[in-house]
């Protein structure tokens, strides 16, 4: 009776133990995007080359972010940069920040719009773009996101998976 009596007493007393017990700390997170001005710095490192869009036909090794393309943002702030030229159209708008692919180093879940203006291209993408190093551009990689919503346009163009060693 005295053992019915003790391991009663344990398992009464055991889950509070385990809800005391000190929690492990979540583990760093490596970041390599700036905290202001999120929007200017993706226009300057952005790698257009790691997803696909209307500027692909025109892009060389030489041409690979919005500014090399001479492109100025017509807006920029912490969540947003767009360029909203004559006939196109173009905005990656930041909807999260996280570690989001959970591999240590902080992602941007980004809405990236590719409008012509007075023709056929209309295409909005959810993309996961993330930075490996201060040295590195950012680029686009393969992951399903709903940052630009479930009904975002999307006629044919979607993330190109970058495979990093």
């Given at each position: 009776?005295?053992?019915?009596?003790?391991?009663?007493?344990?398992?009464?007393?055991?889950?509070?133990?385990?809800?005391?017990?000190?929690?492990?700390?979540?583990?760093?997170?490596?970041?390599?995007?700036?905290?202001?001005?999120?929007?200017?710095?993706?226009?300057?490192?952005?790698?257009?080359?790691?997803?696909?869009?209307?500027?692909?036909?025109?892009?060389?090794?030489?041409?690979?972010?919005?500014?090399?393309f001479g492109?100025?943002?017509?807006?920029?702030?912490?969540?947003?940069?767009?360029?909203?030229?004559?006939?196109?159209?173009?905005?990656l708008r930041?909807?999260?920040?996280?570690?989001?692919?959970?591999?240590?180093?902080?992602?941007?879940?980004?809405?990236?719009?590719?409008?012509?203006?007075?023709?056929?291209?209309?295409?909005?993408?959810?993309?996961?773009?993330?930075r490996f190093?201060?040295?590195?551009?950012?680029?686009?990689?393969?992951?399903?996101?709903?940052?630009?919503?479930?009904?975002?346009?999307?006629?044919?163009?979607?993330?190109?998976?970058?495979?990093?060693?």
């Amino acid at each position: 009776m005295r053992t019915i009596r003790h391991l009663l007493l344990a398992f009464a007393i055991a889950p509070a133990l385990l809800h005391a017990a000190p929690k492990p700390s979540p583990k760093p997170v490596a970041s390599f995007f700036p905290q202001l001005e999120l929007g200017r710095f993706l226009a300057d490192n952005f790698d257009l080359a790691s997803v696909r869009s209307s500027l692909g036909s025109r892009r060389t090794p030489e041409l690979r972010t919005f500014t090399d393309f001479g492109m100025v943002p017509t807006r920029s702030g912490d969540d947003v940069v767009a360029f909203d030229g004559e006939r196109w159209f173009y905005q990656l708008r930041v909807v999260r920040r996280a570690d989001i692919n959970n591999d240590g180093i902080e992602d941007l879940e980004v809405c990236f719009t590719d409008r012509a203006k007075g023709a056929s291209v209309d295409t909005s993408q959810s993309l996961l773009i993330s930075r490996f190093s201060d040295e590195t551009y950012a680029v686009a990689l393969h992951y399903a996101s709903d940052a630009c919503g479930p009904a975002a346009k999307n006629t044919g163009a979607r993330a190109r998976t970058i495979e990093v060693r």
